[in-house]
């Protein structure tokens, strides 16, 4: 599913990660443990296409999707708990096309185009997003008065349990937790 061959990283000169090789299969749950300093977040960060590299390739299954929580969340955002969920896991961004796509459905493009986008939302529960959304923040202790508050009124606990709640219901294929302890 996923491939690293030959990574290299560094940061102003200094190589961090040098001829790093693995490959993860499906269903596979590793842990990275090293001293601080030792290039774990360079590396996750990497995968997650946050850091470029210097050298190497990383290869995945097509259409495999990386979901990347890094070890310092930081949301800033004005909107309510659910706005920001449907947002970062993808199902707003579906949802839009679906309702502009239906105003021209009459057209046999139109047709085939909304068909494809439905199955996106159908592969990631569009339907049932707003439940399991419920359930997940029952599941990290957030009752559901939470869902009328802004992101911003929420305490730094909050903010990490939301941020790993959108990851969830994002539903990669691959998860990156860089400090899964938060």
Do not use: W
Request: proline share 3%; hydrophobic share 40%; charged share 25%.
């Amino acid at each position: 599913m996923l491939i690293a061959k030959d990574l290299s990283i560094g940061y102003g000169g200094n190589s961090i990660l040098d001829g790093i090789n693995f490959a993860l299969e499906m269903g596979e749950k590793v842990a990275l443990i090293g001293p601080n300093g030792s290039g774990k977040s360079t590396l996750l960060k990497t995968l997650a296409g946050k850091l470029k590299l210097d050298a190497g390739f990383i290869t995945m299954e097509r259409g495999a999707r990386i979901g990347y929580l890094p070890q310092i969340v930081e949301i800033i955002s004005e909107e309510t708990v659910p706005a920001y969920i449907k947002r970062v896991a993808g199902i707003r961004k579906i949802e839009k096309q679906l309702e502009l796509l239906e105003k021209k459905i009459e057209d046999p493009l139109t047709l085939k185009e909304y068909g494809e986008v439905q199955e996106r939302f159908i592969a990631i529960d569009g339907y049932t997003f707003e439940r399991r959304m419920k359930i997940i923040l029952q599941g990290f202790g957030l009752d559901q008065s939470i869902s009328k508050n802004k992101i911003s009124d929420l305490s730094g606990g909050q903010k990490s349990k939301i941020a790993i709640a959108s990851l969830l219901l994002s539903k990669p294929e691959i998860f990156l937790l860089d400090e899964p302890t938060n």
